[in-house]
């Protein structure tokens, strides 16, 4: 079985400044996939960042960044330069294919003019 | 593309009601998928599909019942509703037909559905 498990009910940032959210997560499959969604006040679901266990570069995605540490089971977001827009909850997941999703409880980010 | 939509967006029952939240995708997917999100708990998977005709449990499916009688569409329906049952719904869906069982296939997400039972 799966578990995600973020430690971090609530955060807050400065505009501008950068932010890590933190997420840990436990499988026994060797091969699967993790997740960061965003979920903004309008409630919509939004991908923003995906990396493969196989690879061991961190994912990239503009301001967003990952710090993936496989032998932790550990699964960090970092978010540069925060945006007022980056305000949301945002879920960790992971996937060992098809239906095999779990997320975990979410991180809701203020940030702060 | 639409993606994922769902209809109703809001719905407010009496205990004991019935109603049936519809979920429909236009890009081919063959798996979707039903969750609830409640406060601290992220979401949670209530039923799934992995193609047309069939369907299967998830992690919270008591209460609840699922068709897919289309490929595009999920039902997904409260025979008799419990406050226990008030919570957004959001359907997803993804493995696109004719490809290889793709793990790195990202779960598309519909608006959600704030269901209130009083």
């Known amino acids: 079985a799966q578990t995600v498990t973020q430690s971090q009910p609530e955060m807050s940032v400065q505009e501008a400044e950068t932010v890590t959210l933190s997420c840990t997560y436990d499988?026994?499959?060797?091969?699967?996939?993790l997740f960061w969604y965003k979920q903004p006040p309008s409630r919509q679901m939004i991908l923003v960042i995906r990396q493969e266990a196989y690879k061991q570069q961190n994912a990239t995605e503009n301001r967003f960044s990952v710090n993936f540490q496989k032998a932790a089971k550990s699964f960090s977001l970092k978010i540069s330069d925060s945006q007022l827009g980056d305000a949301a909850m945002y879920f960790c997941a992971s996937s060992t294919g098809g239906q095999n999703f779990v997320f975990g409880p979410g991180t809701r980010l203020s940030v702060l003019p | 593309n639409a993606g994922v939509t769902q209809t109703p967006k809001f719905r407010v029952l009496k205990t004991g009601q019935s109603m049936t939240l519809l979920c429909a995708q236009d890009?081919?997917?063959?798996?979707m998928y039903w969750y609830r999100q409640d406060p601290g708990m992220g979401l949670r998977l209530i039923h799934y599909?992995?193609?047309?005709?069939?369907?299967a449990k998830g992690e919270v499916p008591d209460g609840y019942n699922v068709s897919r009688l289309k490929k595009q569409n999920f039902l997904l329906g409260l025979e008799s509703a419990a406050p226990s049952q008030t919570s957004v719904y959001f359907c997803?869906?993804?493995?696109?037909?004719?490809?290889?069982?793709?793990?790195?296939?990202?779960?598309?997400f519909g608006p959600g559905t704030r269901l209130t039972v009083l």
């Open positions: 499988t026994s499959e060797s091969d699967y996939y």
């Open positions: 599909s992995v193609g047309e005709g069939t369907t």
């Open positions: 890009m081919n997917h063959e798996y």
């Open positions: 997803a869906s993804n493995v696109r037909a004719g490809a290889q069982l793709d793990r790195t296939d990202t779960q598309y």
